[in-house]
């Protein structure tokens, strides 16, 4: 179902992922200090299941932390894997947005 122009996860992201391509893939830490994201819909956490012990854990306990979901890819302006976006809003924007989604 199509958000609603007053949908409290709508913050300008037009600006920045308007007609983007888009990659569904895991999760993957860039490093020690980029070890997570949210989505930049509605904040939900993506974790890397290999980055750690304490990642792993964190993913059983708490089932609604993400493994996969959608990422820019080389194409944007700031880099593969930089936006990251769930399953749910992806489905709740992909037509408002324009989302092309290409395989990897």
């Given at each position: 179902?199509?958000?609603?122009?007053?949908?409290?996860?709508?913050?300008?992201?037009?600006?920045?992922?308007?007609?983007?391509?888009?990659?569904r893939?895991?999760?993957?830490?860039?490093?020690?200090?980029?070890?997570?994201?949210?989505?930049?819909?509605?904040?939900?956490?993506?974790?890397?299941?290999n980055?750690?012990?304490?990642?792993?854990?964190?993913?059983?306990?708490?089932?609604?932390?993400?493994?996969?979901?959608y990422?820019?890819?080389?194409?944007?302006?700031?880099?593969?894997?930089y936006?990251?976006?769930?399953?749910?809003?992806?489905?709740?924007?992909?037509?408002?947005?324009?989302?092309?989604?290409v395989?990897?």
């Amino acid at each position: 179902m199509a958000a609603a122009d007053d949908d409290w996860r709508l913050t300008a992201q037009e600006k920045y992922l308007l007609e983007v391509e888009l990659l569904r893939k895991p999760y993957r830490a860039r490093g020690a200090s980029w070890e997570h994201d949210h989505c930049s819909f509605c904040w939900a956490t993506f974790m890397d299941p290999n980055f750690s012990d304490e990642h792993r854990e964190a993913i059983a306990n708490d089932p609604e932390v993400l493994i996969e979901g959608y990422a820019t890819t080389a194409t944007h302006p700031m880099g593969a894997d930089y936006y990251w976006i769930c399953p749910t809003c992806f489905e709740d924007f992909v037509g408002r947005f324009k989302w092309r989604v290409v395989d990897a």
